[in-house]
Structures are given as structure tokens and as C-alpha cells.
């Protein structure tokens, strides 16, 4: 099976742009779609990036996803950084026999 | 609207079973299948499997196929998860989500913690 692997935290100001990283190790990013999920204390995870870089309904515009295949890796940017964004995020992606793989979570925190 | 409500917690003995209920409201409930993740105190999320709720096809994590069990019941539009032979490291936080239309998991309920000790 494969890897994704994020960095465990980030931490920008309000107001800022922020970007966290998904590595994959074995096997191409560009191979199975991948998700973003938030987590903020105390609540379930909601879904704010699916396939790559599509916003559910009721995500702002301010969450954007991409990847990228030079370095295999996949990306979730939030701009104009609220309070409210201080959360969990992990990115998720499937193998090939449509199990998923979670990402081991990044933690975003407001300066 | 959509709503999952899951069972309360459950304080378990290691090598017991548990079993946390999912019920369904707002949809029609053989229409979309569910997802169990689970999140472990100080780790990240974790996929357990899925079902279908249309058929009852699952698919589950390899680690986990030996101890695990999903079913749904129409009748009552709930969703189950059965997790076997309790071990200390399957105390966690169960959710349960839904199919979304377009994205994977639209819908979570509000969790269920498990804690296994003796």
C-alpha cells in the first residue's frame, strides 16, 4: 500500500494564506482522487475538497485544492485565514482496490 | 435535512464486542451507503469500511476485515457497526458518514466514543 504523508502542523495570522501538503509515496497523486477533510475540536470531520479541487456546497471559495504530479503531491489553500479555520486537516486518496488512505493530519493553528 | 445520529459511549472489557448504531433521517436511506471512520486519542482519522445500504456489499480495511462487521437495517434506517475482540488501541471516537451525490462523504454523525480497559 501507499503513503501520504503532511506535515503535523502549520500556523499563519489571520488574514494570511496558508498551505498544507499531502505527499504520496508509492504510486502517482495523479493515480486516485483526492479529498480534504476539517476537524475542529469536538466535532466530526466535514469534507471541504473532493476529487483534487472541488468545494462541497456551503464550502467558501477561500479553500482551494490542486495537485501536483512533479512532486507527487497534492495541496489544500486556504486564504484569508479566519479563527474559525484553526482545525485538523487530512487529505485522503484510495489504492488500487478502492480502500481509502488517510493522510496523518495537519494541525492548523491562528497566530 | 440529513441527519445521522449515532448510539452513546460504550465502556468495554478487552476482548468484549461493541456495537454503535447509525440512524438516518432526511434521505431516502437505501439510496446512499455509509462509511465508518474511526480517530484514536493523540492519532488521525482511520478507515474502517463501507457499506452498502442499498444491497449490503461492504468493503473493508484489511487490518480490521477479521473483527469488523457492517450491516444495515431499512426498516429502521439504521446503519451498525460490530468491532470485535477489543484490544486497548480501538478506543477511539466512531463516526459513521454518508455518500455524498458528488462527494465522497456528505453527511457524519456526531460520533461515538469507545473505551476499552480493563
Known amino acids: 500500500n501507499f503513503m501520504l504523508t503532511q506535515p503535523h502542523s502549520v500556523s499563519d495570522s489571520p488574514g494570511k494564506t496558508v498551505t498544507i501538503s499531502c505527499t504520496r509515496y508509492?504510486?502517482?497523486?495523479?493515480?486516485?482522487?483526492v479529498q480534504w477533510y476539517q476537524q475542529r475540536p469536538g466535532s466530526a470531520p466535514t469534507t471541504v475538497i473532493y476529487?483534487?479541487?472541488?468545494?462541497p456546497s456551503g464550502v467558501p471559495d477561500r479553500f482551494s485544492g490542486s495537485i501536483d504530479i512533479s512532486s507527487n503531491s497534492a495541496s489544500l489553500t486556504i486564504s484569508g485565514l479566519k479563527t474559525e479555520d484553526e482545525a485538523d486537516y487530512y487529505c485522503?486518496?484510495?489504492?488500487?482496490?478502492?480502500?481509502?488512505?488517510f493522510g496523518g493530519g495537519t494541525r492548523l493553528t491562528l497566530l | 435535512q440529513v441527519q445521522l445520529v449515532q448510539s452513546g459511549a460504550e465502556v468495554k472489557k478487552p476482548g468484549a464486542s461493541v456495537n454503535i448504531s447509525c440512524k438516518a433521517s432526511?434521505?431516502?436511506?437505501?439510496?446512499?451507503?455509509i462509511t465508518w471512520v474511526r480517530r484514536a486519542p493523540g492519532q488521525g482519522l482511520e478507515w474502517m469500511g463501507w457499506?452498502?445500504?442499498?444491497?449490503?456489499?461492504?468493503h473493508y480495511a484489511e487490518k480490521l476485515q477479521d473483527r469488523v462487521t457492517m450491516t444495515t437495517d431499512a426498516s429502521t434506517r439504521t446503519g451498525y457497526l460490530e468491532v470485535r475482540s477489543l484490544r486497548s488501541d480501538d478506543t477511539a471516537m466512531y463516526y459513521c458518514?454518508?455518500?455524498?451525490?458528488?462527494?465522497?462523504?456528505?453527511?457524519w454523525g456526531q460520533g461515538t466514543l469507545v473505551t476499552v480497559s480493563s
Open positions: 458518514a454518508r455518500d455524498g451525490d458528488l462527494e465522497p462523504l456528505a453527511s
Open positions: 432526511g434521505y431516502t436511506f437505501t439510496t446512499y451507503g
Open positions: 457499506i452498502s445500504a442499498y444491497n449490503g456489499n461492504t
Open positions: 508509492s504510486g502517482s497523486i495523479a493515480s486516485n482522487f
Open positions: 476529487e483534487n479541487n472541488q468545494r
Open positions: 485522503q486518496s484510495y489504492d488500487n482496490y478502492n480502500r481509502w488512505v
